[in-house]
């Protein structure tokens, strides 16, 4: 696997600014090179006519851990759906929604993508996440991790202790080898300890007596301070409720004026097809993505993702237990939760969502809504929030759809009228170009989450050589136009090459070699650690069920490992 | 030499506290464990050495590599393999059973299918809103006990988890909480719970049936006396649930292998499920061997399913079809692999008739009743004693086993390792 050149093809590499520019792409010992002299005997792989563009990197997905399994425990009829037999050098495959972890990695890499982060992490059960990573092949992996509803965050946060916060973070991160800081309805994971919730950003947790919004800027403060690679990952307070669009804004001001420790984004806050709505209830509920892409239009500190739907089934897993909760009694449907001690909470509920039923037809607006009325093509990531809003299978499905105001017309007629009253679908025109895909399915995601230094979401020399050939000429096919042919190419890559190796061809895998694992070790001066140990001691002695000893995830769950330094000044 | 933290891989409790002392490699004292951890920690009877039936129907002992060329020939000429247990070992060891039942297209099957199979049906009809064991100790001002007797079964489950010890909104323990015990008989736990429900054999569903019809309100439904116990106690016990703030719901087989079976579990969830209207409610299976957990979750991240025939090259489920009774029954398996467990004592008489019929590979540390019928018998070392490796509590919380002792066994993961390498052809995925 040592050489490989692919010659000739139109190139979309918008980190290095180069938009469909003819170009060889030259690789050796897995990196990309600048010097496209190779040896004589290199493999030369002959895109012309052809897309050329990093692997595909997805910075919000739920792929493995506890809740991922649980929906497979809970649904063997999603597992039924997916069959796949075993071949010569694939393990057999199952599973639509929650596919089994070899399917996991074997689609994404015949989708193309090589990198892929889960977004939910409980410090205690990271040991099991890192398990089904070792079994998901070919993909590199990482993993935010759950901090919005810890007590020793919300103790550190209503002592006003950043330093023992930030200390926290860096050993919380270490502790489950996660790599970044995801906030799940902050306090809300601890009041439904309960069988409560959070009413807004100022309502009080609880026994904690913090508020979300004073645990949402202490962690963004403690996150900067630690200089981590990714900011804070933010699903907000009130997701699922009408009028949640109005708690997501406030949110997002809530960190203006937060400095942030690396180039990038002060906050993500994910997967808006869930939280920018408008209305107070569901006979009045309506889009607000318009106000919500207002203000991501005026101010640069935050990011989102689509989260978008996609009409069929999906199997919604998070965090947010009340909310589940809530969810499983309004569609009367199978309801698994999880509540994790001194930690968070979570919930798993598998819904369809259906065309005609105006509710789902119009959320499957707010997520293009967003998309599409977001100036910036870096502010807002193409993602389904797999498998909440849907499998992430379908993203050549929301590619389509991005870039065809037909296609969206088209798909309108078979959807309800309260859908055309109630959002701005309707009247957008905009269409994404190819270099905005590349931007919202790789690069973007790989700057957001402060990976492109290590390798990933470019093609300039020295990066991973993560590789995406795609059979379409872009100069031939109108994606206005002809939105079938574009969503046949996205689903069936010509070339996913990971690491200088081809791993998938027209669909089929080609090879299995084993992905790593990103982790974070940020370092914190001792004298906070000191003063953490001392409460974590105390916590492990009363209060977990296990022992300190017994908690950090061990070296031989993360057999590939990339170790990112952070912490210190 | 002390070892501390260290892991007990007798029940599905897992407690991690145990303080080992270990004297020229033998483990010579236990600390803090029940009797039953400490007992298989202290060392009992081990086969000795690789075994195989000979002409007179004896076992004899042979070399390790024999043993594994003997056990691959039959399951490379098996054409319904049958591979079971997988209870009391190693996730990684379970791994490898289903990456060998791949390459052989065989059944894989756990000894949850007669024990808490029905929980897993449950679990796909209503879904399981359950905590982990240190929300439970936090937070239950309620505790449930149904069909189960945890002091005998999981004897420090109620000292580290369920009732004695301070939690964080319960600083007196015992004292803060309420235990109730539904149960055929009274039994041990029963004895020291503040209520003791004993309800008819059989009548687990329409006793709760009646809980859920109260408290939805739907009281005035409800009969004089259900199962054997009065209204007016049904009554009480559903007042209790909805004025807890925290309740903890845990069953055990007397649950799950009764009448009505998974559809005592649906009811059960079913029922905890409506008592989070009210207040905070969760349920948790009190699952017995230490890593039969575990197995539910390794084959369901690898297959999609809790138990799975590959005969067709690609996972199929279908509990009542494919588990490892049904094809028993049917007298369809021709050769099967017994790992850490011991079908022969468990299963149906016969089950076992059949499962003597054809070829019988063990890979255990212990002989037992199965080791009766074997025809290949291979030990191994004892996980969590002689070799590391993960297992999943009753509440699905993974933990790393430690190695304690040295040990001349190899382990589950190496035998069946080995056995892939003789069974897989050349070049494909192993």
């Known amino acids: ?310 009409f069929g089934n999906a199997t919604t897993m998070t965090a947010d237990g009340p909310m589940q909760y809530a969810n499983a009694r309004l569609l009367n449907a199978r309801w698994t939760n999880g509540d994790v001690e001194l930690e968070d909470a979570s919930g798993v509920v598998p819904l369809s969502y259906i065309r005609k039923m105006y509710i789902h037809d119009i959320m499957w607006a707010v997520g293009l809504e967003v998309a599409l009325l977001t100036r910036n093509p870096w502010q807002v990531l193409l993602t389904t929030d797999h498998p909440n809003g849907g499998p992430f299978v379908n993203y050549p499905e929301v590619i389509a759809l991005l870039m065809s105001a037909q296609k969206r017309e088209e798909e309108m007629l078979k959807l309800s009228n309260k859908m055309r009253d109630r959002t701005t679908l309707s009247g957008i025109e905009r269409e994404l170009d190819w270099y905005d895909i590349a931007i919202k399915t790789r690069a973007s995601h790989a700057k957001i989450l402060g990976l492109t230094d290590h390798g990933k979401g470019h093609l300039g020399a020295g990066a991973d050589a993560d590789v995406t050939i795609y059979h379409i000429n872009p100069d031939r096919v109108d994606a206005g136009r002809e939105h079938a042919t574009v969503k046949k190419a996205f689903e069936k890559p010509a070339y996913t090459i990971k690491d200088g190796e081809v791993v998938a061809m027209n669909g089929e895998i080609t090879a299995t070699p084993a992905g790593r694992t990103f982790w974070v070790n940020a370092s914190v001066p001792e004298e906070h650690n000191t003063r953490l140990m001392r409460d974590l001691r105390l916590k492990f002695r009363k209060y977990y069920s296990i022992n300190l000893a017994n908690y950090m995830v061990q070296d031989n769950y993360v057999k590939h490992p990339v170790v990112i330094k952070a912490g210190g000044s | 030499m002390e070892i501390t933290d260290a892991i007990c891989s007798f029940c599905g409790s897992l407690c991690d506290d145990l303080t080992v002392k270990v004297e020229d490699n033998k483990i010579v004292d236990v600390r803090r464990a029940c009797r039953l951890g400490a007992g298989k920690m202290l060392g009992h009877e081990r086969i000795n050495s690789p075994m195989i039936r000979n002409e007179a129907g004896k076992l004899e002992e042979v070399s390790s590599d024999s043993a594994i060329d003997r056990a691959s020939q039959i399951l490379l000429h098996a054409k319904r393999p049958l591979l079971y247990g997988w209870a009391s070992t190693s996730c990684e060891a379970q791994s490898k059973g289903i990456l060998l039942g791949e390459i052989l297209g065989a059944v894989v099957d756990s000894t949850a299918s007669v024990c808490h199979g029905p929980t897993t049906l449950g679990v796909q009809e209503k879904g399981l809103p359950t905590a982990s064991l240190g929300q439970i100790k936090n937070r239950a001002d309620l505790i449930i006990f149904w069909g189960c007797n945890p002091i005998h079964a999981h004897p420090r489950h109620m000292s580290r988890y369920s009732g004695y010890l301070p939690g964080f909104f319960l600083d007196r323990g015992r004292q803060n909480r309420k235990f109730v015990t539904v149960d055929v008989r009274m039994t041990e736990t029963a004895a020291i719970s503040d209520e003791f429900l004993q309800i008819e054999q059989g009548s687990d569903y329409v006793v709760l049936s009646s809980l859920r019809a109260i408290i939805n309100g739907k009281g005035d439904l409800v009969p004089d006396v259900v199962g054997g116990v009065s209204k007016e106690e049904l009554m009480h016990l559903s007042d209790m649930m909805r004025s807890c703030r925290f309740g903890a719901f845990f069953f055990g087989m007397g649950l799950t292998q009764s009448k009505a079976k998974y559809k005592n579990i649906d009811c059960a969830l079913s029922l905890t499920n409506d008592l989070n209207t009210r207040t905070k409610f969760v349920i948790t299976p009190l699952r017995g061997h230490y890593n039969v957990t575990g197995f539910g979750q390794v084959c369901s991240w690898q297959t999609g399913f809790p138990a799975v025939d590959l005969s067709r090259g690609a996972p199929y489920y ?40 054809s070829p019988l590979i063990q890979i255990d540390p212990y002989a037992n009743a199965t080791t009766e019928i074997a025809d290949v018998v291979i030990p191994t070392a004892i996980v969590g004693v002689e070799t590391e490796g993960t297992a999943y509590r009753m509440d699905g919380l993974s933990l790393r086993l430690r190695k304690l002792v040295d040990s001349d066994y190899p382990s589950d993961e190496e035998i069946l390792d080995k056995i892939i390498k003789k069974v897989s052809r050349n070049g494909d995925v192993c």
């Open chain 1, 1 to 310: 696997m040592s050489e490989l050149l692919i010659k000739n093809g139109r190139v979309f590499d918008p980190i290095n600014s180069i938009n469909g520019d003819i170009m060889d792409i030259a690789i050796k010992n897995g990196k990309i090179v600048d010097d496209v002299s190779l040896s004589p005997n290199t493999k030369v792989i002959d895109a012309s006519s052809m897309i050329v563009m990093p692997g595909g990197v997805d910075a919000h997905s739920h792929i493995a851990g506890s809740k991922v399994n649980s929906g497979r425990i809970m649904r063997p009829d999603d597992g039924r759906s997916g069959i796949e037999k075993r071949t010569k050098i694939t393990r057999p495959c199952s599973g639509y929604t929650v596919p089994n972890t070899f399917a996991m990695g074997y689609r994404y890499a015949k989708l193309g993508y090589t990198t892929v982060f889960e977004a939910a992490i409980p410090i205690l059960h990271a040991r099991h996440t890192h398990e089904e990573f070792g079994d998901i092949p070919i993909i590199d992996k990482g993993g935010l991790v759950l901090f919005g509803s810890n007590w020793q965050v919300m103790e550190a946060v209503r002592e006003n202790d950043i330093e023992k916060l930030a200390a926290y973070v860096a050993w919380g991160l270490s502790a489950s080898r996660g790599y970044g800081v995801k906030i799940v309805n902050p306090g809300g994971g601890e009041a439904w300890g309960f069988g409560k919730n959070v009413s807004g950003l100022h309502d009080t947790v609880p026994n904690f007596d913090v508020t979300p919004a004073e645990i949402i800027t202490s962690l963004a403060k403690a996150n900067e301070m630690l200089h981590l690679p990714h900011s804070i990952h933010l699903h907000c307070n009130l997701l699922g409720t009408p009028g949640n669009y109005k708690t997501t804004i406030e949110t997002m001001k809530l960190l203006e004026h937060i400095k942030p420790g690396m180039d990038r984004q002060v906050v993500h806050i994910t997967h808006l097809t869930f939280n920018a709505w408008g209305g107070t209830n569901w006979g009045d509920f309506e889009s607000k993505a318009d106000a919500v892409a207002d203000y991501l239009n005026q101010h640069d500190h935050v990011t989102v993702d689509m989260g978008q739907l996609i």
């Open chain 2, 318 to 357: 279908n509990p009542g079809e494919m588990s490892a009774n049904d094809l028993l029954m049917r007298d369809e398996v021709d050769a099967s692999l017994v790992v850490a467990s011991d079908p022969a004592a468990h299963f149906p008489n016969a089950s076992v008739r059949n499962l003597a019929k």
